[in-house]
C-alpha cells in the first residue's frame, strides 16, 4: 500500500490528452511539499518528468504538465503519442515518517 | 553529461550482506544529496535511503532500518549501499540518483542504471 496513491491504468488514443492523478495526505502533498513525476520507458530507469509540482527538466517537451491542489497532484499529457508508452510514477516528502521519500503505486499508460 | 554506474549486485542467501557500489562522473558529486531508490520484480518505486553531501545526515525508509548503510566518498566521487541481514523481499533493481534539494523539494533528477540484488537459496 502506497503513501500515494495512483491509478493502476489509463489508456488514450493517439494525438488525445490523458490525466493521471496522485492523492496524498495532509503530511505530504496536503503539506505544500513539492510533487514530482517520473516516466520509466520499457526496460529502462527511470528518468525526471516533472519536478517541483509543474517544472520540465530541459529537454521534457510541453505536451506534460504537471498541476497540485489540496491533497491531490496530476500529470497531464497532451497530443498523446506512441512513445509515451510507459509507466509513471509520483513522488514527494512526507513528514509524518520521519523525513521520508514517498513514491505512488505507479500507473501504466496504453496508448491505443 | 551526468553518469551514474552501479555495481556490486548479484545473487545472495537469506542473512547475506552485499555491498553496492554507484561511481559518479559529469558533475560536482560533493555538491549534492544521493540516494538509493529499489524496484522488485515487477513492482513499483521504493525509495530506500539517501545521504547528505557531506555525509552529516542519512535516512533509511523503515523496511531496511538497521539493515542497510549508506554511504559516499566525495574524494572518489562514490556512493555505497552496505546490505546486511538480507531477506528474500529485498530482491529488486536498485538504482542510484542524484537527489537536488530545493525547499521542500526532494527529487531525483539523474538515475543510474540500476544493479540487480537477487536475495534466495
Known amino acids: 500500500q502506497s503513501v500515494l496513491t495512483q491509478p493502476p491504468s489509463v489508456s488514450g488514443a493517439p494525438g488525445q490528452r490523458v490525466t493521471i492523478s496522485c492523492t496524498g495526505s495532509n503530511s505530504n502533498i496536503g503539506a505544500n511539499y513539492g510533487v514530482h513525476w517520473y516516466q520509466q520507458l520499457p526496460g529502462t530507469a527511470p528518468k525526471l518528468l516533472i519536478y517541483?509540482?509543474?517544472n520540465r527538466p530541459s529537454g521534457v517537451p510541453e505536451r506534460f504538465s504537471g498541476s497540485k491542489s489540496g491533497t491531490s497532484a496530476s500529470l497531464a499529457i497532451t497530443g498523446l503519442q506512441a512513445e509515451d508508452e510507459a509507466d509513471y510514477y509520483c513522488q514527494s516528502y512526507d513528514s509524518s515518517l520521519s523525513g521520508s521519500l514517498v513514491f505512488g503505486g505507479g500507473t501504466k499508460l496504453t496508448v491505443l | 553529461q551526468v553518469q551514474l554506474v552501479e555495481s556490486g549486485g548479484g545473487l545472495v542467501k537469506p542473512g547475506g550482506s552485499l555491498r553496492l557500489s554507484c561511481a559518479a562522473s559529469?558533475?560536482?558529486?560533493?555538491?549534492?544529496?544521493m540516494g538509493w531508490i529499489r524496484q522488485a520484480p515487477g513492482k513499483g518505486l521504493e525509495w530506500v535511503s539517501y545521504i547528505t553531501e557531506s555525509s552529516t545526515y542519512a535516512n533509511y525508509a523503515d523496511s531496511v532500518k538497521g539493515r542497510f548503510t549508506i554511504s559516499r566518498d566525495n574524494a572518489k566521487k562514490s556512493l555505497f549501499l552496505q546490505m546486511n541481514s538480507l531477506r528474500a523481499e529485498d530482491t529488486a533493481v536498485y538504482y542510484c540518483?542524484?537527489?537536488?534539494?530545493?525547499?521542500?523539494?526532494?527529487?531525483?533528477?539523474?538515475w543510474g542504471q540500476g544493479s540487480l540484488v537477487t536475495v534466495a537459496s
Open positions: 517541483g509540482d509543474n
Open positions: 540518483a542524484v537527489l537536488t534539494v530545493s525547499g521542500w523539494s526532494y527529487f531525483f533528477d539523474n
Open positions: 559529469g558533475f560536482t558529486f560533493s555538491d549534492y544529496y
